[in-house]
């Protein structure tokens, strides 16, 4: 995969967030669960990518399965 298809699903996602003019933001439940997560020894570290298609669920303009999708993807590029 070239590195121009590494960078497509993330270009996707910026492009969704800028669209609907999401940006990322934390809510307590949010510091909570990364305390709880990291006080059992699985701390979880959300880059931003990842975050923004939280927030794009969140706000209803993503369903799960695509959101699931996309990070899927996202991630997979990512590797390669």
Do not use: F
């Not at 003019?21 to 934390?26: L, N």
């Not at 909570?32 to 669920?57: F, K, M, S």
Request: charged residues 25%; glycine residues 2%.
């Amino acid at each position: 995969m070239s590195s121009q298809q590494q960078r497509e699903t993330a270009a996707a996602i910026r492009a969704l967030a800028d669209r609907y003019h999401v940006i990322c933001s934390q809510t307590e439940t949010d510091v909570w669960a990364y305390h709880v997560t990291r006080l059992a020894g699985d701390e979880v570290i959300l880059d931003d990518i990842e975050q923004l298609l939280i927030v794009l669920q969140r706000t209803g303009h993503l369903t799960r399965p695509d959101a699931l999708s996309l990070q899927a993807n996202y991630l997979r590029e990512k590797k390669l």
